[in-house]
């Protein structure tokens, strides 16, 4: 699974900007679904039926990564730009950014202020994004543009996967996990099943996730779907900053969503994923967090209302160029997904 992500999280797909994922998608499910398109706004909507029939169950993730976008380019070859998603200004400095443009990658950083300089400055200034600046090693505008980018070009972060800690307790770290890490839980998910479920499953990445729900809400209007399983990562509070609450931990568990500021999870759903979590042993933690949102919002609400369940794969340092994720609770949760899968019935209701 760990080489699954590493190609996932490769790949470049900021908001809007999803192209490369949503293709390497719909090449790798060519052979693994039944059906498997891209809908107008780049959703990739894979469908498979069960050996038995049964209710229609919705797997989603989304696609996109946090990323910036090209907004000026000043007459030295800097570079002005503007966010895709939440990414915060105190993150930024100091980091390295690939640009999508027209003649291929390129390599930028984010420049900052030399250490030498920086007692000649406020040292509690947090420079804003709108006064920091990519350098892309051009020395003019016209540079610039003849390396291919222009205003709109996106961009995103530059780290590359790498795994960290013990061989027993291993964990990746990578721009985009959020959510590649949900897309190949539901990878994974399809190939283990094979086709030995009820009903038909549907798998649903999404796009723009990160600037408002916006692929999910489109695509879960028109998906007929008696429930549906929303797999996202979520921010843990468990390192030594201050504000941290210790309530979400990594390596403690698959997070089985109680709320957050897009849904209140169906209690029957939350439950039912409670239920399997005891009986097959599968780690789990409760999660309460009023600071993140999800796809599951804009499913659950969307339609006639799609009972939507969701589990968060616990992450540090979220958007961000090194977000942090357990394999341990990357493989609970693909298990808590494969569990729900198999738990369902030709008769299953997902009632109120
Ligand atoms: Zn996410």
Same mark, same amino acid.
């Given at each position: 699974?760990?080489?699954?992500?590493?190609?996932?999280?490769?790949?470049?797909?900021?908001?809007?900007?999803? !192209?490369?994922?949503?293709?390497?998608?719909?090449?790798?499910?060519?052979?693994?679904?039944?059906? $498997?398109?891209?809908?107008?706004?780049?959703?990739?909507?894979?469908?498979?039926?069960? =050996?038995?029939?049964?209710?229609?169950?919705?797997?989603?993730?989304?696609?996109?990564?946090?990323?910036?976008?090209?907004?000026?380019?000043?007459?030295?070859?800097?570079?002005?730009?503007?966010?895709?998603?939440?990414?915060?200004?105190?993150?930024?400095? *100091?980091?390295?950014?690939?640009?999508?443009?027209?003649?291929?990658?390129?390599?930028?950083?984010?420049? #900052?202020?030399?250490?030498?300089?920086?007692?000649?400055?406020?040292?509690?200034?947090?420079?804003?994004?709108?006064? +920091?600046?990519?350098?892309?090693?051009?020395?003019?505008?016209?540079?610039?543009?003849?390396?291919?980018?222009?205003?709109?070009?996106?961009?995103?972060?530059? #780290?590359?996967?790498?795994?960290?800690? @013990?061989?027993?307790?291993?964990?990746?770290?990578?721009?985009?996990?959020?959510?590649?890490?949900?897309?190949? $839980?539901?990878? !994974?998910?399809?190939?283990?099943?094979?086709?030995?479920?009820?009903?038909? +499953?549907?798998?649903?990445?999404?796009?723009?996730?990160?600037?408002?729900?916006?692929? =999910?809400?489109?695509?879960?209007?028109?998906?007929?779907?008696?429930?549906?399983?929303?797999?996202?990562?979520?921010?843990?509070?468990?390192?030594?900053?201050? #504000?941290?609450?210790? @309530?979400?931990?990594?390596?403690?568990?698959?997070?089985?969503?109680?709320?957050?500021?897009?849904?209140?999870?169906?209690? #029957?759903?939350?439950? !039912? +994923?409670?239920?399997? *979590?005891?009986?097959?042993?599968?780690?789990?933690?409760?999660?309460?967090?009023?600071?993140?949102?999800?796809?599951?919002?804009?499913?659950?609400?969307?339609?006639?209302?799609?009972?939507?369940?969701?589990?968060?794969?616990?992450?540090?340092?979220?958007?961000?160029?090194?977000?942090?994720?357990?394999?341990?609770?990357?493989?609970?949760?693909?298990?808590?997904?494969?569990?729900?899968?198999?738990?369902?019935?030709?008769?299953?209701?997902?009632?109120?």
């Amino acid at each position: 699974m760990i080489d699954l992500l590493k190609t996932l999280t490769s790949l470049h797909g900021p908001s809007g900007y999803e !192209q490369e994922v949503s293709y390497f998608l719909r090449d790798y499910l060519k052979d693994k679904a039944d059906q $498997v398109e891209i809908d107008p706004i780049g959703n990739v909507i894979a469908k498979k039926k069960g =050996a038995k029939a049964g209710p229609a169950i919705l797997l989603t993730a989304h696609m996109d990564e946090v990323g910036f976008i090209v907004k000026k380019i000043e007459a030295n070859g800097f570079l002005r730009f503007e966010k895709l998603g939440g990414n915060d200004d105190r993150n930024l400095v *100091a980091q390295t950014v690939k640009l999508l443009g027209e003649k291929g990658h390129i390599n930028g950083m984010i420049g #900052t202020l030399s250490a030498h300089f920086a007692k000649f400055d406020d040292a509690q200034k947090v420079r804003k994004h709108s006064q +920091l600046y990519i350098d892309v090693g051009a020395s003019s505008h016209e540079e610039v543009i003849d390396m291919g980018i222009e205003v709109g070009t996106p961009i995103t972060w530059g #780290t590359d996967l790498q795994t960290l800690g @013990t061989a027993d307790e291993p964990k990746v770290r990578a721009k985009s996990l959020d959510d590649r890490a949900g897309c190949a $839980v539901i990878l !994974q998910v399809l190939e283990e099943v094979g086709n030995d479920f009820a009903g038909e +499953l549907i798998c649903l990445f999404t796009v723009q996730e990160e600037v408002g729900l916006r692929g =999910a809400k489109t695509a879960s209007e028109h998906i007929e779907a008696d429930a549906a399983i929303a797999i996202d990562t979520t921010a843990v509070s468990d390192t030594l900053e201050q #504000t941290m609450d210790q @309530t979400l931990h990594l390596g403690k568990g698959t997070g089985i969503k109680v709320m957050d500021a897009s849904l209140i999870v169906p209690k #029957t759903m939350k439950q !039912q +994923l409670i239920t399997l *979590a005891k009986h097959y042993q599968i780690p789990y933690q409760l999660e309460v967090f009023t600071g993140i949102g999800t796809d599951g919002g804009a499913v659950t609400y969307a339609n006639k209302g799609i009972p939507t369940g969701v589990l968060s794969i616990p992450s540090r340092y979220t958007h961000s160029a090194i977000e942090l994720v357990d394999v341990g609770d990357l493989l609970a949760t693909k298990e808590l997904v494969k569990a729900f899968v198999k738990s369902v019935t030709p008769d299953s209701r997902f009632p109120f």
